[in-house]
Antibody, heavy 121, light 110 residues
Framework: EVQLLESAGGLVQPGGSLRLSCAAS????????MSWVRQAPGKGLEWVSG????????SYADSVKGRFTISRDNSDNTMFLQMSSLRAEDTAVYYC??????????????WGQGAPVTVSS | QSALTQPPSVSGSPGQSVTIACTGT?????????VSWYQQPPGTVPKLIIS???HRPSGVPDRFSGSKSGYTASLTISGLQAEDEADYYC??????????FGGGTKLTVL
């Protein structure tokens, strides 16, 4: 069974940083691209960033480019999202999501339960 | 990358059919047959119900179908059931090697 378990998330002050992690199990992690998708309270889905199965290529939404960094450790079946210069508008539930193949072009087929992130003073 | 355009809400009675449109541009829907649809009942995680315009993952009822023409993709739900009440999101791969979502459509089963 595919399982994606995000780290706890948390409360961060504006301008602060936070690192999310996603532990994957139940599939061959190194064969699948991965993404982060977020959902602000009461709002729709927004794709944030993605990374190919081998660690590249990496892609970012314009709204987070230069502030967020995606990475993965295939030896530990884990993906990360380093978030810096956080803003109130980054407040959202962040989902870890698997693509159905090696590259980001494949559909997003499995979703984690989500990690709530709140940016507030 | 601007969000794809979906109607905010649609409704239908049990047994009826409803269609949700999703309009993009030449850089997303118009460039690839990489359109997906997700169902999200209240308080739950999104679930993939259609991929690559019209493919249903295993376990998704055949009441759900997808299509695409030009810059517009569509999701049709036939034989509406109460359990279909949810938010529905389209998404498309883009020429920027990213994904873009629609704003979401709330389906109400009357």
């Amino acid at each position: 069974e595919v399982q994606l378990l995000e780290s706890a998330g948390g409360l961060v002050q504006p301008g602060g940083s936070l690192r999310l992690s996603c532990a994957a199990s139940g599939f061959s992690f190194h064969l699948y691209a991965m993404s982060w998708v977020r959902q602000a309270p009461g709002k729709g889905l927004e794709w944030v960033s993605g990374i190919g199965a081998t660690g590249g290529p990496k892609s970012y939404a314009d709204s987070v480019k230069g502030r967020f960094t995606i990475s993965r450790d295939n030896s530990d079946n884990t993906m990360f999202l380093q978030m810096s210069s956080l803003r109130a508008e980054d407040t959202a539930v962040y989902y870890c999501v698997r693509s159905a193949g090696l590259l980001l072009v494949f559909p997003l087929d499995y979703w984690g339960q989500g990690a709530p992130v709140t940016v507030s003073s | 990358q601007s969000a794809l355009t979906q109607p905010p809400s649609v409704s239908g009675s049990p047994g009826q059919s409803v269609t949700i449109a999703c309009t993009g541009t030449s850089t997303d829907v118009g460039s690839y047959d990489r359109v997906s649809w997700y169902q999200q009942p209240p308080g739950t995680v999104p679930k993939l119900i259609i991929s690559e315009v019209n493919h249903r993952p295993s376990g998704v009822p055949d009441r759900f179908s997808g299509s695409k023409s030009g810059y517009t993709a569509s999701l049709t739900i036939s034989g509406l059931q109460a359990e279909d009440e949810a938010d529905y999101y389209c998404s498309s791969y883009t020429t920027s090697s990213s994904w873009v979502f629609g704003g979401g459509t709330k389906l109400t089963v009357l």
